[in-house]
């Protein structure tokens, strides 16, 4: 009832002018022109309740459905995928729409629907669309993880690892049968021995577990991190801790700090879990969040500013190169720019 009550929110929030004598449409037809869909993210932020934080797990629901109703094909998914950036319910309707094109993207491994998504004029876009080409494998195979990750690997190096991330996270998320999925035949669901298994895909494998969990874990500081991850090494253990770091329920800052009480090897992971996509857009946050680089272990600053040089690229789409790598600290700026120069390669762990 209580996922209805939202979704009936949601609706309202886009709905235009008195439905009181109007026929009776489909669920959300005002989506018709969905390019102009991005009021609905600030409208959502705007609510004095949780509804943006859950937008995006809802709108799945609802780009599947508006998918269904109008037929949608291939050929016809760029001209409806959604112009924001946001990460919330924007990108929640466009990874629906994907994931109900399953059926028809498995004739092709996914190379048909890759070519849409390379297409989109802003990388964050295109890094959620390849993402979401792994849940529309999954939904596609049935749940088969086994071929749904085969297909990821087909699509060369700079889209299967972000494919593959998706292809994972569908198969969490199936094991409770949650966003319309059904639990895979024989599922393993420890993620130890799911990974172990996977092990060329370890990081990819355990990216997404710890936020699918319900109830999630209790981290209220890095021995907690640690603990989860205990006897792991190597991706196995890189792919634990930066999972469990993008679990932390706190802001990019807090995340960041408890990182910087980890050795350089887990800070380096952990580093990968902060939800800094959140300043998105928000030079002073994104530079001040950098700046915070530093206070990690010596072996950690590096590759922190590499990340969050590549990342801030990604979501400021080939800005933040020029015009926030030479804002940095001196002793930041050469990762920084080494990581936004990686800007078009995969992510693997993001947002």
Known sequence: MKVLAVA???????????????????????????????????????????????????????GREWAREHHLTLEGLQKVV?????????????????????????????????????????RWREFTCVHSLGHALMRGYHESLFLAVHACSKLGASYAPDCEQGAFHDYWISLRGADDTTSPIHAVRSPRKLCAEYARYAVQCWYRYWIEQAPGPIIEGPRDLVRLCSGLAGAQREGCIAGAAKDVFDTPFAQLAMCAKLRAADARACVRGVANQEFAEE???????????????????????????????????????????PRAPASLQRGCKVGAKRWQGPLVTFS
């Open 283 to 325: 030079p002073r946050q994104e530079l001040a969040l950098l700046r915070d680089c530093r206070w990690l272990p010596s072996g950690a600053v590096t590759a922190c500013a590499a990340w969050f040089g590549q990342t801030f690229n990604v979501v400021e789409n080939g800005r933040f190169l020029a015009h926030g790598c």
């Open 82 to 122: 959604p112009r924001s950036n946001d990460p919330g319910c924007s990108a929640g309707f466009g990874m629906g729409l994907v994931m109900e094109l399953g059926p028809q993207i498995i004739k092709t491994g996914g190379k048909s629907a890759l070519r849409t998504c390379v297409k989109l004029p802003t």
């Open 8 to 62: 009936v929110l949601l609706g309202a929030l886009i709905t235009a002018g008195s439905a009181a004598s109007a026929p009776k449409r489909p669920w959300l037809w005002q989506c018709e022109q969905i390019h102009l869909d991005v009021k609905i993210d600030a409208r959502a932020k705007a609510t004095p309740t949780s509804l943006y934080e859950r937008c995006h797990l809802l709108m799945h629901s609802v």
